[in-house]
Nanobody, 118 residues
Framework: QVEFEESGGGVVQPGGSLRLSCSAS????????MGWCRQAPGKEREFVAA???????TYGNSAKGRFTISREAGKNAVALQMSNLESGDTAVYFC????????????WGQGTQVTVSS
């Protein structure tokens, strides 16, 4: 069993910033790839960013240049710093171990809502 603690979602104006945080604990994970996928209403899940246990980072097209993912060394904890947010970033953001494919076979948190609105 894996448990996630996610925080940092909320409402922000276009051009603003938010920071999402996530930590995972459990007996079934060991230094996994951790990252974020998002899902907007009526749309499929979309890969945002992920980081391996060794620190290798991958970003989805929508995140490049605006979002930064970081991971605490030796821990199953990641943060996503989002800047220059746009209305198209409005979605539920899920911390997960599903990798760049947002695989449902990974472990997933409950999600945190991010709303970008003026």
């Amino acid at each position: 069993q894996v448990e996630f603690e996610e925080s940092g979602g909320g409402v922000v104006q276009p051009g603003g910033s938010l920071r999402l945080s996530c930590s995972a604990s459990g007996s079934n994970i060991e230094n996994p790839v951790m990252g974020w996928c998002r899902q907007a209403p009526g749309k499929e899940r979309e890969f945002v960013a992920a980081v391996t246990g060794g620190g290798r980072v991958t970003y989805g097209n929508s995140a490049k240049g605006r979002f930064t993912i970081s991971r605490e060394a030796g821990k199953n904890a990641v943060a996503l710093q989002m800047s220059n947010l746009e209305s198209g970033d409005t979605a539920v953001y899920f911390c997960n171990t599903g990798g760049t494919s947002c695989s449902p076979l990974g472990y997933w948190g409950q999600g945190t809502q991010v709303t970008v609105s003026s």
